[in-house]
């Protein structure tokens, strides 16, 4: 059975256990990849600059450094490329978030990397991608977005677009398709021990997460313009709306069956416009928001609490940590101090853990040198600049 209790102990379990990754440090989605397959059980060994603290936070709150070991390795100095690529030798997957040709440049790209090993997965992270006019130039979620289309998407037809914190382009368009694109690829090597390049890019994962909304416009049932649509807002039960309190309250009761039950315990009133009447969404829009204005969201997330309404009041991260659900699943945890996400999906066999605390840079070199019988990593770090990212922070 699924969803059963977090393992937070033992050095080989989740279903990538015995899978060697090595992740070239930046921040953003590349090392929320790495964290996510560390998550899974890989062995994940990250390769600190010296004297870089990527994120610019206590290592011991950069979350997304969990569950992986770090070494210290100078790129630009002599040693530096070697050490790697000994690493890289005994690996499954290199990560990295460098610019195009960065990563070639400090002479660990994929054709030396594959030299060593030909069975390597080399996972590539950019928001641009590794060709095209834009490659080359820095960027960040919000432009990637822009570029796609999905900034345009999101925010009311007579305001600005709103920005989705950096969730939708760096994690769900960049992250985890590197992570599927990863997986993949290591099914493909398993079976053929031929290693390949994986090239994700945001703009590509990103674009491709609005495949069911370019379905819907070609058949005419999406119109392309921010707030004139069933998923965007313009839909009065698909909406946000104000409490008397100043909170808000998420309702998303798009069947029939589960727009009864809101109206139910709303107590719409009964010259509200039928909800198919889209001519008389403006008029229905008016009648739910002076409803949820009469009450406190705690009362209305009282009364719709354990119903098929599919309406739920909209908590801040701190109120989330405290939701019923939320606390039986276990969804977030409290580890050595740290509340944080624990990992996910969830598996019946094989439960992903966590198993070590945010690595902090350079602790486990000599423990990783021994592991992986790479010796030159002891001697291959000292100070050095730090190489140009390849996403967020000069992609």
């Given at each position: 059975m699924?969803?059963?209790p ?18 070239l ?13 560390a ?24 979350l997304t ?70 490659a ?41 398709y590197?992570?599927?694109?990863v ?14 390049v ?10 491709h ?41 998420a ?82 945890v ?6 944080q ?19 902090e ?19 291959a ?13 000069g992609?």
């Open positions: 699924l969803g059963g977090l393992t937070r102990t033992g050095p080989n379990v989740g279903p990538l256990a015995g899978v060697r990754v090595v992740e440090a930046g921040i953003g989605p590349a090392p929320f990849a790495g964290m996510l397959l998550d899974l059980g890989a062995d994940v060994v990250r390769v600190d600059r010296p004297g870089g603290q990527p994120l610019g936070i206590d290592p011991a709150h950069d450094n969990r569950n992986k070991r770090s070494v210290l390795v100078d790129l630009k100095a002599e040693a530096g490329p070697g050490a790697v690529l000994d690493l890289v030798e005994r690996a499954d997957v290199l990560l990295e978030g460098f610019r195009p040709g960065v990563a070639e440049r400090l002479g660990v790209g994929p054709e030396a990397a594959l030299a060593r090993n030909p069975g390597l997965v080399y996972g590539r992270m950019t928001g641009w991608g590794q060709d095209g006019p834009l080359p130039r820095a960027g960040h979620d919000i432009g990637y977005l822009a570029t796609v289309g999905a900034l345009g998407l999101i925010g009311p037809a007579d305001g600005p677009p709103s920005i989705p914190v950096n969730l939708l382009g760096d994690y769900a368009g960049g992250s985890l590197l992570v599927s694109g997986l993949a690829a290591l099914l493909h090597a398993g079976r053929t021990g031929v290693g390949q994986v090239d994700a890019a945001i703009v590509d994962g990103t674009a997460l609005t495949s069911m909304l370019w379905g819907m416009l070609g058949a005419g049932a999406w119109r392309d313009a921010r707030g004139v649509n069933i998923l965007d807002g313009a839909c009065p039960y698909y909406s946000v709306y104000a409490t008397a309190d100043g909170g808000w309250m309702v998303g009761a798009l069947e029939e069956r589960f727009y009864a039950e809101f109206a139910r315990l709303l107590e719409l009133p009964a010259e509200a416009p039928d909800r198919g009447d889209v001519g008389r969404w403006p008029r229905l829009r008016e009648l739910i928001a002076a409803r949820f204005a009469e009450r406190s969201r705690a009362e209305w997330s009282e009364i719709f609490e354990g119903t098929d309404a599919c309406v739920a009041p909209v908590l801040s991260l701190g109120e989330a940590a405290a939701h019923p659900h939320l606390a039986a699943r276990g969804t977030l409290d580890e050595a101090g740290v509340r996400p624990a990992p996910a999906p969830r598996f019946s066999a094989t439960p992903g853990a966590l198993r070590r605390p945010p690595a840079p350079g602790a486990h070199t000599a423990e990783v040198a021994a592991d992986w019988a790479v010796p030159t990593l002891v001697a770090h000292s100070s050095g600049e730090r190489p140009e990212r390849g996403t967020d922070a992609s």
